[in-house]
T-cell receptor
Framework: EAGVTQSPRYAVLQEGQAVSFWCDPI?????LYWYQQPRDQGPQLLVY????????NSQLPSDRFSAVRPKGTNSTLKIQSAKQGDTATYLC??????????FGPGTRLLVL | AQSVTQPDARVTVSEGASLQLRCKYS??????LFWYVQYPRQGLQLLLK??????VVQGVNGFEAEFSKSNSSFHLRKASVHWSDWAVYFC???????????FGTGTSLLVDP
């Protein structure tokens, strides 16, 4: 069974630039999560989906961050105008309903 | 609000020695608790999970954890550490069996050869 895949693995931006992260969950997993993990901290949930519906995006900075999962499979997380404080690793995870969350390798973002 | 505290940012043990990584949780009600491990440049992998029941939970690679409601703790243990256990370990709590995990700040485990 293929795991959760993410791309790109690394991104380096200047402040104000936009960036998108892409996630392909494990086949058959209906629930998909995006986490932000600052350096030397634990992951913090940004948003999660059940199929194509957003279930909770209360921790997503809505003025600059957006996330979609249009067909209930792959998902994209976008930062419109990156800030230095967005420097972190962005992790995607998927699960079958409330079961175990499986994590991808993450995208490491550096905003200069 | 639920929260997790991992008081030790870094722990060093000798290969073959026993290990305990500490985790304290704050939660009103019955928590669901998890330990994840993160190897360098990799995503998090589940070691074990606690759903209400037997307080001692067995995980992969010889890891186990014990839930204590009276101490609000969920410490991770291993009888004999191997060099390949060198990684960062995260404790997490959920109120809903798996949705909305709240993670601690992690404990880096270093293994002396």
């Amino acid at each position: 069974e293929a795991g959760v895949t993410q791309s790109p693995r690394y991104a380096v931006l200047q402040e104000g630039q936009a960036v998108s992260f892409w996630c392909d969950p494990i086949s058959g997993h209906d629930t998909l999560y995006w986490y932000q993990q600052p350096r030397d901290q634990g992951p913090q949930l940004l948003v999660y989906f059940r199929d194509e519906a957003v279930i909770d995006n209360s921790q997503l900075p809505s003025d600059r961050f957006s996330a979609v999962r249009p067909k209930g499979t792959n998902s994209t997380l976008k930062i419109q105008s990156a800030k230095q404080g967005d420097t972190a690793t962005y992790l995607c995870a998927s699960s079958r309903d409330k079961d175990t969350q499986y994590f991808g390798p993450g995208t490491r973002l550096l905003v200069l | 609000a639920q929260s997790v505290t991992q008081p030790d940012a870094r722990v060093t043990v000798s290969e073959g020695a026993s290990l305990q990584l500490r985790c304290k949780y704050s939660y009103f009600g019955t928590p669901y608790l998890f330990w994840y491990v993160q190897y360098p440049r990799q995503g998090l992998q589940l070691l074990l999970k606690y759903y209400p029941g037997d307080p001692v939970v067995q995980g992969v690679n010889g890891f186990e954890a014990e839930f204590s409601k009276s101490n609000s703790s969920f410490h991770l243990r291993k009888a004999s550490v191997h060099w390949s256990d060198w990684a960062v370990y995260f404790c997490a709590v959920s109120h809903n069996m798996g949705y909305k995990l709240t993670f601690g700040t992690g404990t880096s485990l270093l293994v002396d050869p």
